[in-house]
Each structure stands twice: as structure tokens, then as C-alpha cells.
């Protein structure tokens, strides 16, 4: 008897390994046969659930992106608490993944970036999650703060956060 195999959630466990393979290894730095091999998987296998690199990394960045909202817990936070918890969950992975984002995007024109499936995806689950906490009138200005300050504290090795203190995300 075959064994059955849940499709949806197969892929959904091989994009969220890869996730991990990307972020450590850089969008360029990796091929299908390296991640086919992290995975335990046949290259044919990983061409026959993504048929390119730039599909796999789309279905990572759902990946991941799906769960952005979920370190976010409104019952009973306020406003800039949950901001700050924000923050705080992306602050640790920041400089890989933005290394990441911006090796996928290189070469790439404005037009292609604001068209490019994995961005789009990226930007929708930031701005839902923080419209949830803000409103939509401040969600992209909130963000800015939020990006702007990740850069800057992973720009000068954690010293900006050292003297301004905690991450203030108030618009």
C-alpha cells in the first residue's frame, strides 16, 4: 500500500527547512542540489514541488511570513507593547535576512522588486500585522520606524539600542 502523504503539508515542511538553509547560506550562495541535499531530498523531487529557485524562495518567504503576526499577542498589551514585542521578534535575524532580501533583489529594477511575488508577500504580512496594532492610517510609517531602527541598531552592532535604550515605535 503507497504511503499517503499530505501534499500541502509536505511542502510547507520542505519550504520552512529551506528557510532556514537560505537565511544561513544567502540567496546566492545556495543552489537547488545544495538544498535538495540539507533537505534529504532528490534534486528531481525539489524541481517537482518547486520548479525554480526563486519558486522555493517564494514558498519560504510564506513560510515565514505566515508566522509573523503570531509572536504578537494583543490581549491585554498595549499599543507599544506589542510594538516592542515586534521588534524584539525581529531583531535577532534582521541582518541575515535583510543580507538575504537584498542578494534575492539584486539586479533587479524598481518595477521588477514591486512586482516580485516573495516582496509582495513580505510587505502584506508586516502591514497586516502592524495595521492590527496601529490602524491603517499609521501602519506604513510605523513600519519605517521599525525598519529604520532595525538598520540602524544592526548597523552599529547593537550601540544605538545601548543609548537610546528599548525600541520606542511610537509614530
Request: aromatic content about 8%.
Amino acid at each position: 500500500m503507497p504511503k499517503i502523504v499530505n501534499r500541502v503539508k509536505y511542502i510547507e515542511e520542505l519550504a520552512t527547512k529551506a528557510a532556514g538553509y537560505f537565511s544561513q547560506h544567502g540567496y546566492a550562495g545556495v543552489g537547488m542540489r545544495g538544498i535538495a541535499e540539507h533537505l534529504g531530498v532528490s534534486k528531481s523531487a525539489l524541481y517537482h514541488y518547486f520548479p525554480t529557485k526563486e519558486a522555493l524562495f517564494l514558498a519560504c518567504t510564506q513560510s515565514v511570513m505566515g508566522r509573523v503576526g503570531e509572536t504578537i499577542s494583543s490581549t491585554g498589551k498595549s499599543e507599544n507593547e506589542q510594538l516592542s514585542a515586534l521588534y524584539t521578534s525581529m531583531k535577532d535575524e534582521f541582518g541575515s535576512e535583510m543580507i538575504l532580501v537584498l542578494e534575492y533583489l539584486r539586479g533587479k529594477n524598481s518595477q521588477e522588486i514591486a512586482e516580485d511575488a516573495a516582496m509582495q508577500v513580505a510587505l502584506s504580512a508586516f502591514l497586516e500585522t502592524i495595521e492590527r496594532i496601529v490602524g491603517a492610517d499609521r501602519a506604513v510609517h510605523t513600519l519605517e520606524n521599525i525598519i529604520g531602527k532595525l538598520m540602524l541598531d544592526y548597523l552599529s552592532g547593537g550601540a544605538i539600542a545601548q543609548i537610546t535604550g528599548a525600541p520606542n515605535t511610537q509614530t
